[in-house]
């Protein structure tokens, strides 16, 4: 039952009968949230072991002799670098390890485009109209970065491979002030989105007019299956690019953030010599070192990438069930309705929702009066603003699956009372 094909009166027949549910669900009071894509407890007690790897009677030296205990090592001790470069796929010569967020970096750089330059050209605060692409749905975070330094955002449409490399390959060649462009090229959120082979060739292919033009390769999900027999591997961007004749023109970003401690993980940066060069002058003034204790202890506990993987198939083991759990209830719910579609991705920590136009931000804020937190409808576009108003990014990973349940069946109501509505308003 197609609820673009009922009558007006069919229509209002509907919506009574949910309100009717409406009105009994806000006499619960709930509290739940599916807003921020965390780690729930049983994911954080899988690395609690990790805690016991260094002790006041370990060995602190790393595999260099150099004493972790002490000021030093810039970008990182050997070991972790060739951890975080088996992660991401690419060589430890090409990694500087840093501190427990792998935003911090990619603000830290983006800042020291502003404020320095890259390589020797222009500090991009001299740069009038200066922008940056935006890949949406994409990052909330990636956005307000951008943002903060006052870059004018263009959002870049978002397919089944990836960003639509048609609209980027032309911005990027033919205007000098577009200076970057976000992406998340694996289980990207909120899609859940892996970058096709083509798509990651036309990126180190790109010939950009700004010779400081930079992608911000953020693979933050590169070991986050949710589907182990489906995991897919992606190229190596930093080869790419170097074999296209453009090594400087990415960086590459990931972190242990969701893999052990939030708060306490380790991240990297992945680059060309010239780049890790060029990000080493300015650290120096910023760190005399990161916590290499906590690199030290990383390492000791998963060995290499194989025990990264071993252990990302306990989260996946976690998750699996709460992704399957909010994609029945919707199918259940919303499935031949015609009002709605989302994805179903194989990784990553996030669900993106397209209700019909024009019918997100209502669902969100009656979501929020009968309990349930979502993140803002327009988050995943630059500057908050979706300007279909149909996207909105669901989170089941922080919740309990009996939360995660009644707020997806939760949600879905407030998808169908908002569309009957706006139906309804639409033929009056």
């Known amino acids: 039952m197609s609820y673009l094909d009922l009558s007006t009166e069919d229509l209002k ?16 009071e709930l509290n739940l949230d599916l807003s921020r894509g965390k780690p729930d407890k049983e994911q954080l007690n899988l690395s609690m072991e990790m805690l016991n790897t260094v002790n006041s009677k370990s060995i602190l030296d790393a595999e260099s002799g150099m004493d972790c205990r002490n000021y030093g090592g810039l970008d990182g001790i050997p070991e972790a670098k060739q951890l975080m470069a088996d992660m991401m796929g690419t060589r430890p010569e090409n990694v500087i390890v840093g501190g427990n967020s792998s ?26 109209d200066r922008k940056f692409l935006c890949p949406a749905p994409g990052y909330d975070r990636h956005f307000a970065i951008t943002e903060h ?24 060649s033919s205007d000098d002030t577009i200076k970057g462009i976000w992406c998340v090229p694996k289980y990207e959120n909120p899609m859940g989105i892996v970058f096709s082979d083509e798509t990651i060739q036309r990126f180190a292919n790109l010939k950009p007019l700004a010779k400081d033009f930079r992608i911000f390769w953020d693979n933050a999900y590169c070991v986050h299956s949710i589907y182990q027999n489906e995991e897919t591997d992606i190229p190596d961007i930093i ?12 960086y590459e970003f990931c972190s242990t953030s969701k893999i052990t401690f939030p708060g306490s993980g380790i991240s990297a940066v992945a680059s060309s010599p010239a780049n890790l060069i060029d990000i080493k002058g300015f650290l120096k003034y910023a760190t005399i070192g990161p916590d290499k204790i906590n690199q030290l202890r990383h390492v000791r506990y998963f060995k290499n990438i194989a025990g990264i993987k071993a252990h990302m198939a306990k ?15 919707l199918n259940d719910e919303l499935n031949g309705l015609g009002i709605a579609e989302w994805t179903k991705p194989n990784g990553g920590y996030f669900i993106s929702f397209n209700t019909l136009k024009g019918c997100a931000s209502d669902t969100v804020t009656l979501c929020s009066k009968m309990g349930v937190a979502f993140t803002p409808a327009g988050a995943t576009y630059p500057y908050g603003n979706d300007p279909e108003d149909q996207n909105i990014r669901i989170a089941p990973t922080f919740a309990n699956m009996k939360d995660i349940k009644l707020a997806t069946k939760i949600f ?8 009957l509505e706006k139906l309804i308003n639409k033929a009056a």
């Not at 050209?121 to 740069?127: G, Y």
């Not at 879905?412 to 569309?419: E, P, Q």
Request: negative net charge.
């Open 13 to 28: 027949k509907e919506l009574s009968k949910l309100k009717s549910e409406m009105e009994e669900i806000k006499a619960l």
């Open 103 to 128: 935003l911090t970096l990619m603000y830290d750089i983006i800042s020291h485009a502003m404020t320095d330059g890259l390589l020797g050209e222009k500090p991009w605060c001299q740069v009038e």
């Open 149 to 172: 330094f006052g870059m004018k955002l263009i959002p870049v449409p978002m397919n089944e491979n990836g960003p639509d490399m048609d609209v980027v390959e032309e911005l990027v």
């Open 239 to 250: 080869s790419e690019c170097e074999k296209a004749g453009n090594p400087d023109m990415v």
């Open 315 to 329: 989260h996946a083991d976690i998750l699996r069930p709460k992704f399957e759990a909010v994609d029945k209830i």
């Open 412 to 419: 879905a109501l407030s998808v169908k009372i908002v569309t």
